[in-house]
């Protein structure tokens, strides 16, 4: 009977002590909120853009440049793909100069640039005296002409490029007109020694 007792008492306290502890609560799993996610989203928008930008400009000729610039006239030795060419403030256009070796042996070729003149457009043109020459030429800032070796009947097609910057001269920003550069390709004629070997006319114009 004693232990009867005893067990009773025991299962009584344990009973007690079970029922004194509360509810356990469970674990709660913190997600994050939609400002958090929205946050989040525009700093993966901001390195992707900031990845972007500083890519570097690609100045590839194009295929359909490429192909323009050796279908060559009749009589022509030499091309310029799009002889003609609106373009904006700050933009830039790759042109490909065409080049077809018509001489027995193989020959050398370069490139060089000048600038002619600039106009206005609309009404009677008229020239545009504050165009200098280096600001001018600074627009083709981008290319790094080299010398190009073409064997008997072969051909080629160099790239151009052209910046249309927003300015024209020291202090004078670009206006609306057209401005006109000689492409001038050259020939090794002896050692160091360069001759013309044909002429081509190159004219952008800037609109408004």
């Given at each position: 009977?004693?232990?009867?007792?005893?067990?009773?008492?025991?299962?009584?306290?344990?009973?007690?002590?079970?029922?004194?502890?509360?509810?356990?609560?469970?674990?709660?799993?913190?997600?994050?909120?939609?400002?958090?996610?929205?946050?989040?989203?525009?700093?993966?928008?901001?390195?992707?853009?900031?990845?972007?930008?500083?890519?570097?400009?690609?100045?590839?000729?194009?295929?359909?440049?490429?192909?323009?610039?050796?279908?060559?006239?009749?009589?022509?030795k030499?091309?310029?793909?799009?002889?003609?060419?609106?373009?904006?403030?700050?933009?830039?256009?790759?042109?490909?100069?065409?080049?077809?070796?018509?001489?027995?042996?193989?020959?050398?070729?370069?490139?060089?640039?000048?600038?002619?003149e600039?106009?206005?457009?609309?009404?009677?043109?008229?020239?545009?005296?504050?165009?200098?020459?280096?600001?001018?030429?600074?627009?083709?800032?981008?290319?790094?002409?080299?010398?190009?070796?073409?064997?008997?009947?072969?051909?080629?097609?160099?790239?151009?490029?052209?910046?249309?910057?927003?300015?024209?001269?020291?202090?004078?920003?670009?206006i609306?007109?057209?401005?006109?550069?000689?492409?001038?390709?050259?020939?090794?004629?002896?050692?160091?020694?360069?001759d013309?070997?044909?002429?081509?006319?190159?004219?952008?114009?800037?609109?408004?």
């Open positions: 009977m004693k232990y009867a007792y005893l067990y009773m008492a025991i299962l009584v306290l344990v009973i007690a002590l079970g029922c004194s502890k509360g509810p356990e609560t469970p674990s709660q799993t913190t997600e994050p909120s939609s400002q958090d996610s929205a946050m989040i989203d525009d700093e993966s928008d901001a390195e992707e853009t900031s990845a972007e930008s500083s890519e570097p400009a690609s100045y590839d000729l194009s295929s359909e440049e490429a192909e323009k610039a050796v279908d060559f006239e009749q009589g022509k030499t091309r310029i793909s799009t002889p003609y060419k609106i373009i904006q403030v700050g933009d830039t256009y790759v042109f490909g100069v065409g080049i077809k070796n018509v001489m027995p042996r193989e020959q050398r070729f370069r490139l060089k640039v000048h600038f002619k600039a106009k206005t457009t609309g009404g009677l043109a008229t020239l545009i005296d504050v165009a200098d020459d280096d600001t001018m030429l600074s627009w083709m800032g981008n290319n790094r002409f080299t010398t190009v070796e073409l064997g008997p009947g072969e051909s080629t097609a160099e790239p151009l490029i052209v910046e249309v910057k927003p300015t024209i001269g020291p202090g004078e920003s670009t609306p007109g057209s401005y006109v550069f000689d492409v001038l390709i050259e020939y090794e004629s002896s050692p160091r020694f360069w013309s070997y044909e002429e081509n006319i190159l004219t952008i114009k800037v609109k408004e």
